[in-house]
């Protein structure tokens, strides 16, 4: 079988002409890469280069280093841009590099042509042991913090490459664009190797200009406009990039006429996405493959697919399932891992679960194991930073899930009492730690401990995960949430984009932040804690409360009859929100008469100033405005209810000595809005509109103002004198 080089070359005598790379400022025609490719290879060989990372963003440079290796027979390390430092040491000291490559000049490097530039690196001791034939070694995210290197063959990519090919035979790709890094093993095989076999025009741009950042940062708006700008026929995405260019399409922000084949790979997708897709003009097809078997080993196809199925096998690999029903790879599977000796087993366990049906389509249900994979196709594993977060916290207990989220979330047992804040500047510290793909988007925090007699953990204390996920938003509701700030900081990536990269509802986090310290921040939390919380201020509380829970549904009502067309969605989740809180105004009356104030004198009494002006706010946002500013109260009154009403509500009754009758609406809320707050997470990420966006942060950070304000000013038992001069003696 002719190598990749060699199919390459004969490529170039057929149209030596065509454009082959095509990059932001420069062009290489077919006849111009391979003469590049082969000048670099030549250098290299000059050289005596063996083994070489090879760093930096999508460029035409990044595939000419890639080609040269190829033709050099020099073992290629592609270093992910997303690793983290310590990944990227172990990396270059596990495979013994002698150099790097990269399109950027690296400090002390030498330029050897076509953009290119090599470092040089310090001798060290040898790299762990690689089977003889290795040409690349790409090195996956890995389940825990350190990466492992997968060995390939020249052989076995060439392999993958031509079957790709024979089942894309009739799908004519003249321009595809690469949105992925280069050094994803999926994207340097299917989205170069493929369509230069196939003649086609590979287009590649730095991956901020296409709105990605690390592996898992997107915006979305940048993104669209790279595709409408390129026009490119293919490209290959994982499910969070699929999910919001179905979104962008059905609201016609994306221009779908040039696509002829969308693949689909690195996580579960649902069938829906894909017919959603389809209806907008995106030809979604899903495949699978994973590193260990040189990336695809099924692809749907037009005119050979299935719903619910990956796809039929490629031709050159033989694919089963035991009786386990463990997926069974064998035929072009991978050298060995670097630095294990290989195992020579017929047979590689894929560790997922699935199953064939009599025409030969395969189906992935799951992992046999634990591992979860996000929907940016990234691979974590849970008791991984389950340890980190047990040692970061000093927590009883951590269970983290997320499987097919963009991040990962927990929930953690912490027993001693810190607040919300303070475990969030300790989350904070432990996000920067951990790569980009495994950091946290939210902690749930859990005062009681999961027990053996639940059913939650085993008699030695490991999680019964499959009983916590079916229990978990019960789980859920019992604690607290802390929301992260996931934004890149500059320091992780020299080219933040200047949108944002994240979900909305994150995004809205992020950008909500600093209002959310006026409320989080108010004295009433600290007085509560201190026992410097009385009757009084228990009773102004909840008057203020109902003075604005009393709006709760009219503003409901306003907003969804504002509501344009195309947010029909949002008009039916109204629907639902309006039935849960019908009502819960009265409770709060209810409450105050327990307490022994006359309800009916509250009902016809005025509010604060502060409530009074955050209702009227409201109304002229829904009217005069965006409607979509009402989701900004919601973001204030829910979330904050749940990370402050169930632990004060205990703390206040226990202080006053109350009946339950007096809690109802605190009580409720700690619980009954957790439930809320993950429908209202779903429901943010799908509104993609940046108007509709803005005006729900801006909603939001007016309504922390005004409702900040209000807390601010609930009467207080003062702070006693000699604590007053404690204080100024500490200082």
């Excluded at 005598?13 to 890469?33: C, V």
């Excluded at 604690?479 to 020299?494: A, C, E, Q, R, T």
């Excluded at 206040?652 to 009580?667: N, V």
């Excluded at 900040?708 to 100024?728: C, F, T, W, Y």
Aim: with cysteine; charged share 20%.
């Amino acid at each position: 079988m002719a190598t990749l080089p060699e199919l390459l070359t004969r490529r170039a005598n057929i149209h030596p002409s065509r454009t082959a790379l095509q990059g932001p400022e420069s062009a290489f025609s077919y006849a111009q890469m391979m003469h590049a490719a082969g000048a670099l290879a030549d250098q290299l060989t000059r050289l005596g280069v063996r083994r070489v990372g090879l760093c930096g963003d999508n460029s035409a440079a990044w595939i000419l280093a890639d080609l040269a290796c190829l033709m050099a027979d020099v073992v290629c390390v592609p270093v992910p841009v997303f690793f983290s430092r310590s990944q990227t040491e172990h990396l270059t000291e596990r495979a013994g590099l002698d150099c790097l490559l990269s399109a950027a000049s690296p400090n002390g490097g030498e330029h050897i042509g076509y953009g290119v530039w090599l470092k040089h690196l310090p001798v060290s001791a040898a790299g762990a042991w690689m089977p003889e034939q290795t040409a690349k070694i790409t090195f996956t995210s890995g389940s825990t913090g350190n990466p492992k290197g997968v060995c390939l063959s020249v052989a076995q990519m060439t392999a993958t490459t031509l079957a790709l090919q024979e089942r894309l035979e009739g799908v004519e790709l003249e321009r595809h664009l690469c949105i992925l890094p280069l050094a994803t093993l999926l994207e340097n095989i299917a989205g170069v190797y493929l369509p230069l076999l196939m003649g086609s025009t590979v287009i590649v741009a730095p991956l901020h200009d296409l709105g990605m950042t690390g592996s898992s940062g997107l915006d979305i708006e940048r993104l669209v406009q790279g595709i409408n700008k390129h026009q490119p026929q293919s490209l290959i995405l994982v499910p969070e990039l699929a999910m919001a260019l179905v979104a962008a399409a059905e609201q016609q922000h994306l221009q779908s006429d040039s696509f002829r084949f969308l693949a689909v790979g690195g996580g579960r997708v649902s069938w829906d996405l894909l017919a959603r897709g389809r209806v907008a003009g995106l030809p979604l097809y899903e495949g699978y493959g994973l590193s260990e078997c040189s990336s695809v080993v099924a692809l749907n196809v037009p005119g050979a697919e299935r719903e619910g199925s990956v796809g039929k096998p490629l031709s050159h690999v033989r694919v089963r399932v035991d009786e386990r029903g463990h997926i069974l790879v064998g035929g072009n599977t991978h050298l060995g891992y670097l630095g294990d000796e290989p195992a020579g087993d017929e047979w590689l366990d894929t560790g997922d679960l699935g199953a064939r049906d009599p025409e030969g389509f395969l189906s992935v249900s799951g992992r046999a194991k634990n591992l979860l994979i996000t929907s940016f196709g990234r691979n974590i594993s849970p008791e991984w930073l389950e340890s980190e977060l047990i040692q970061a916290l000093g927590a009883r207990q951590a269970v983290v899930f997320g499987d097919g989220d963009p991040r990962p979330s927990a929930l953690v047992v912490v027993l001693d009492g810190r607040s919300p804040e303070a475990l969030r500047s300790q989350l904070d510290l432990l996000n920067d730690t951990l790569p980009d793909y495994a950091r946290l988007s939210g902690v749930y925090i859990r005062r009681q401990p999961l027990s053996q007699a639940e059913g939650y953990v085993t008699a030695n204390g490991r999680p019964v995960r499959q009983q916590i996920q079916a229990d978990l938003p019960t789980l859920l509701a019992g604690g607290f949430p802390v929301f992260m700030n996931l934004s890149v900081s500059k320091s992780d990536f020299s080219h933040t984009p200047g949108g944002s990269f994240m979900a909305f509802f994150d995004r809205l986090q992020s950008e909500t932040a600093q209002a959310r310290a006026h409320v989080t921040g108010a004295p009433v939390i600290e007085a509560i804690r201190e026992g410097r919380f009385d009757l009084t201020g228990y009773t102004w509380f909840l008057t203020q409360a109902y003075h604005h829970v009393k709006h709760t549904v009219p503003l409901m009502m306003a907003c969804g009859g504002r509501l344009p067309e195309r947010l029909e969605f949002v008009r039916k989740a109204l629907v639902e929100y309006i039935e849960e809180e019908y009502g819960h105004h009265e409770w709060i009356l209810n409450d105050l008469a327990a307490c022994g104030e006359d309800k009916e004198a509250i009902r016809h009494g005025a509010p604060d100033t502060s409530i009074e002006l955050m209702v009227a706010y409201l109304y002229d946002r829904i009217n005069r405005g965006n409607p979509a500013a009402f989701f900004g109260m919601v973001q204030v009154l829910e979330g904050t209810s749940i990370e402050l009403a169930t632990p004060l509500g205990e703390a206040i009754q226990k202080q006053l000595g109350l009946p339950d009758e007096a809690f109802s609406y605190l009580y409720s809320h700690g619980a009954l809005d957790q439930e809320h707050f993950e429908f209202f997470r779903n429901l943010m990420n799908e509104i993609t509109d940046a108007d509709d966006q803005q005006a729900i942060i801006d909603s939001a950070r007016m309504v922390y103002r005004l409702y900040g304000d209000m807390l601010h000013s609930i009467p207080l038992i003062p702070v006693p004198a000699n604590r007053k001069e404690q204080r100024h003696e500490a200082a």
